[in-house]
C-alpha cells in the first residue's frame, strides 16, 4: 500500500506551500516537478528577472539619454500587455519613467554647461552604440561613410548660444 502512495505522490506537483503543505495537483505534462499553476507561476517569476534585467539594461548607463528611456519604456509597454508584469508594478514604473522624463532637459543643460555641446554629443554617441551592443532587437545605427544628416537650423543656432561665454556665466 505504501509502494503505491509513494507512486501518487511521485506523480504529484512538488511545490510546497509556506506552511508545509504541498500541493496535491497531478504534474504538468512536460514539467518535471510542477502542475500547471505553479509552472505558469514559476515562468512567470523567471520572465519578470528577465525582463527587469532588460529594462535595467537601458537605464545603468553613466548618462541615460531618452533613447534609452525610450527603450525601457517601450519594453514595460509590451510586457503590460504580453501580461508579464502586474499592472500595479507597471503603473509605478510607468510613472518613475515620466519623472525621468521630466529631467531629461535639465540633465542635457546642465552636462552641456559643465562640459560643452561636443562632449555631450559624444556621450549620447556612446550611449547609443552601448544600448546597440544588447542582445534585444533595436534599429541598426546609419552607416558611417554615408553623408552626415543636416542638422536643423534651431540647433545650429542652439549649439552656438549655449556654447559662447555669454551663456556660460
Request: glycine residues 4%.
Amino acid at each position: 500500500m505504501s509502494t503505491n502512495r509513494s507512486k501518487d505522490r511521485a506523480s504529484l506537483c512538488s511545490f510546497t506551500f509556506v506552511d508545509g503543505r504541498r500541493c496535491r495537483m497531478p504534474r504538468r505534462d512536460g514539467h518535471p516537478y510542477l502542475c500547471a499553476f505553479h509552472a505558469r507561476k514559476e515562468a512567470q517569476a523567471l520572465a519578470g528577472q528577465e525582463l527587469g534585467q532588460e529594462i535595467a539594461y537601458h537605464l545603468s548607463a553613466s548618462y541615460v539619454s531618452a533613447c534609452d528611456l525610450s527603450s525601457a519604456l517601450g519594453r514595460l509597454f509590451s510586457a503590460v500587455a504580453q501580461g508579464q508584469i502586474k499592472p500595479k508594478t507597471a503603473s509605478t514604473l510607468a510613472y518613475l519613467g515620466q519623472t525621468l522624463v521630466q529631467t531629461l532637459h535639465l540633465a542635457q543643460n546642465e552636462y552641456i554647461q559643465a562640459f560643452g555641446t561636443n562632449y555631450w554629443r559624444e556621450t549620447i554617441r556612446t550611449s547609443h552604440e552601448q544600448s546597440a551592443d544588447n542582445v534585444s532587437p533595436d534599429p541598426q545605427s546609419p552607416p558611417a561613410d554615408d553623408e552626415p544628416a543636416p542638422t536643423p537650423a534651431s540647433t545650429t543656432s542652439d549649439t552656438h548660444e549655449q556654447d559662447s561665454p555669454a551663456n556660460s556665466l
